[in-house]
């Protein structure tokens, strides 16, 4: 299968190596016998309902954030009924900020968001930075970890009854406060972690194929043939241990 990938401003959001995300997609679909397509939509250009499985929008400083934010917004509209139309969602850091109604900053300065996740984010004085270790159930009964590293200022405020990606073993998450880490929308997840993210939580990756197959099929979501992950499962058990020796929250 042909998987398309619609990678949101590319040339403004790829702090923190947030582009290794789409390589490890591209490389996991490929060791499957599926293509990855990837197209980047950047400033002026339209998100178009059916035309993506997948869409990806990585981290920034709040400059790069600042100079795409009012185009984000212009593309809210196809954005969201890409989602309704069943694709499926990665956004990371200032992304998953500005897929939110908006960001705060410390001087009054306000950044528009798209509206698509329930939270707003305000600046706060200290940085939340370190590694993370969250536990999340994306399916259910299913029970996984996931680790990455944060490094943010903003405090993210879900509404109530918002569902979070997962829940802070260790780390800060959205707040440092709440206990809660991320977003989940249907097959759309927004969170703080990067480094990037998916080399050491493969599995997180496979899902995030599995939705975008379904979308592409008009299927379920398939079960994919398990990779000899031994890398990046020793990759994983590394970053949840330095989170571990971390400590609790913030």
């Known amino acids: 299968m042909r998987i398309r990938v619609g990678h949101l401003y590319p040339e403004y959001l790829n702090i ?4 290794g995300n789409i390589a490890v997609l591209a490389r996991r679909a490929a060791l499957r016998g599926h293509e990855l397509e990837v197209t980047g939509i ?28 009012p185009d984000l917004v212009s593309k809210g509209p196809g954005i969201a009924a890409a989602v309704a139309d069943g694709a499926a969602v990665l956004a990371v850091c200032g992304g998953y900020q500005l897929l939110g109604r908006g960001y705060l900053g410390r001087h009054g300065d306000s950044m528009p968001g798209v509206g ?10 200290r940085r939340m930075i370190g590694d993370v270790l969250l536990e999340c159930e994306l399916e259910p009964g299913e029970r996984r970890t996931i ?8 405090r993210t405020r879900l509404d109530p009854g918002a569902v979070p990606l997962g829940l802070v073993v260790a780390g800060f998450g959205n ?4 206990g809660y880490e991320g977003v989940r929308v249907g097959r759309a997840l927004g969170t703080y ?25 008009g299927g379920e979501p398939p079960e994919l043939e398990p990779l000899p992950d ?5 990759a994983h ?4 241990q330095r989170a571990r020796d971390r400590g609790g929250r913030f």
């Open 16 to 19: 923190y190596a947030d582009r």
């Open 237 to 240: 058990r590394v970053s949840a």
């Open 147 to 154: 680790a990455g590293f944060e490094n943010h200022a903003g």
């Open 230 to 234: 031994r890398l990046e499962a020793e």
């Open 116 to 125: 698509l996740f329930p939270h707003e984010t305000v600046a706060g004085e």
């Open 175 to 178: 707040d440092g406060d709440s």
């Open 42 to 69: 950047s400033v002026d250009e339209e998100v178009r309902p059916g035309e993506q499985d997948l869409l990806y929008i990585g981290g920034g400083q709040d400059r790069e954030q600042a100079l795409i934010a």
């Open 193 to 217: 972690l990067h480094g990037p993210l998916l080399p050491r939580n493969p599995w997180l990756a496979d899902w995030l194929l599995s939705q975008a197959l379904a979308h592409a099929t």
